[in-house]
């Protein structure tokens, strides 16, 4: 199955870039470019792509305000946001974590890590190493911002209905390890791990492990190390 983009991004040569490169895959296809967040949001709501590429720093209706906007339309459900970012970790790609957005990229990326990226995301996967979580959370994730998601910050009583080996997964998960690290701790299958990731997911409603992570340290479940 074709796997569906969305380009956004001011800067008109990058786009170009970014659109050679990705239609020289053969499982990936542009659909549409945006200069800014809200061409982004309406070629959005146009095309449902399967993944926005989205910059942050963008005139008028930035980046940040623009995943906010898509991630939180249901008609956009299965719409993914990857992140494209001059500086790999800042504010402002926390921001846009909480908000909805799957992962995030330097703009400096390797074409192959491009594209591994855009199908990572695409799959329901969250881009987010375990060294790069570890630093947004300490930062960033572990302090809600409310303003951030116009809603109140996941309190520890919404896990109530999770099961002890969701939260032991989720625990791991929000340390950036990933689901064969999980299922080497744990003894059990990368497989098990995924199904009690997503039954995780599903309980919290959360769009992917990019957002269960962030609810693992808003709720305290998880601290961050001091």
């Known amino acids: 199955m074709t796997i569906r983009v969305l380009l956004a991004d001011d800067q008109t040569l990058l786009r170009a870039t970014f659109r050679m490169l990705i239609d020289s895959a053969d499982d990936l296809d542009v659909v549409g470019e945006a200069a800014d967040g809200a061409q982004a949001v309406a070629l959005a709501r146009e095309h449902r792509p ?3 590429l989205m910059d942050i720093r963008m005139p008028g209706t930035d980046g940040l305000a623009a995943t906010a906007e898509i991630c939180a339309d249901p008609d956009l459900a299965g719409t993914r946001i990857l992140i494209l970012t001059t500086f790999e970790i800042d504010e402002y790609v926390a921001r846009a974590l909480r908000v909805g957005a799957s992962g995030f990229l330097g703009k400096d990326v390797s074409a192959e890590q491009l594209l591994d990226g855009i199908r990572t995301i695409a799959a329901g ?35 109530a209905g999770l099961t002890a080996r969701e939260r032991e997964m989720m625990t791991l998960a929000a340390e950036g390890r ?30 992917d492990r990019a957002q269960l992570v962030v609810i693992a340290y808003q709720s305290g479940l998880v601290r961050p190390a001091r």
Request: aromatic share 2%; no cysteine.
């Open 178 to 207: 990933s689901n064969d690290e999980i299922a080497e701790a744990l003894v059990v299958s990368p497989l098990t791990v995924r199904t009690h990731i997503h039954r995780a997911m599903m309980k919290l409603g959360a769009r």
């Open 50 to 52: 399967d993944v926005v």
């Open 125 to 159: 996967e969250a881009l987010l190493s375990p060294a790069a979580t570890r630093t947004l959370i300490t930062r960033f994730l572990a302090a809600p911002d409310p303003a951030d998601t116009g809603r109140p910050p996941t309190t520890p009583e919404a896990l």
